[in-house]
């Protein structure tokens, strides 16, 4: 479904990637694992169309979408839910929710919002709450069904348990697993590099713009190289994560 070849790209001036390759099969729930400051969120933005090429292709569905606009590109079914959600916290959550719908432009969609409420029953309670009052967990929630309801073909997710405890980190993997189960592609960006490489079936890992690893997740998850130099740093930042508060989960 997405064929990235000979990516580079960076900002003003500096380049960041350095002649990235990475492919999403359809179907597939796939994860760029790396440190902090690899390029990994660089490389969701250049997918996106929010921010430019050097050279090198992104292709989807075979069609070459390198260089169009980010708002043709999430019409044709390519989504984003970004780093830090970026909801809209003045609105409702059934506002926000609506919004995702502007996504669609003629396409039908996928989800819809009994769909999302299932998924994440949370939203349904708390419709007619102020989004910007929701725990950092819940706001993930609203982040991803917001994505949901623009009818995503294929989903990209930035560090979506960043910030969360480690049992709602939990319960936003395990929905994005059920989403993949039920047929939808996605492309994982995840600083929790364990619990990424448990969640998917296919993984690169990016270390200074470069992919320097790739293959199955669960070979990948026994690699020594891997494990040496970043399943232990990532042990240690799901220790060191930021704790929601348990009552988030009522």
Do not use: W
Not at 90 to 114: F, M, Y
Not at 208 to 235: K, N, T
């Amino acid at each position: 479904m997405l064929e990235i070849s000979g990516l580079h790209a960076g900002y003003s001036g500096n380049e960041v990637l350095h002649g990235v390759s990475v492919t999403v099969a359809r179907g597939d729930m796939v994860a760029i694992i790396g440190p902090n400051g690899a390029g990994k969120s660089t490389l969701l933005n250049c997918i996106s169309g929010l921010l430019g090429v050097t050279s090198g292709t992104i292709r989807l569905d075979g069609h070459d979408i390198t260089g169009e606009a980010a708002f043709r590109i999430s019409r044709s079914g390519l989504l984003q839910v970004p780093e830090g959600r970026q909801i809209l916290g003045d609105l409702s959550v059934l506002e926000n929710l609506q919004l995702g719908v502007t996504a669609l432009h003629h396409r039908k969609p996928t989800h819809d919002l009994r769909r999302v409420y299932t998924l994440f029953p949370i939203l349904e309670e708390r419709s007619q709450q102020r989004a910007g009052s929701l725990s950092g967990g819940q706001q993930q929630m609203l982040a991803i069904g917001r994505a949901l309801m623009g009818g995503p073909r294929l989903l990209l997710l930035d560090e979506p348990s960043l910030g969360l405890s480690p049992l709602l980190a939990k319960v936003v993997l395990n929905a994005l697993r059920e989403l993949n189960r039920e047929g939808l592609t996605i492309l994982l960006v995840e600083q929790n590099a364990r619990a990424a490489l448990r969640a998917t079936q296919q993984a690169f890992v990016l270390e200074q713009g470069r992919i320097v690893h790739q293959g199955p997740s669960e070979a990948l998850a026994r690699d020594p190289d891997v494990i040496a130099h970043y399943l232990g740093q990532a042990s240690a930042s799901d220790k060191a994560a930021n704790q929601d508060s348990a009552k988030s989960m009522a």
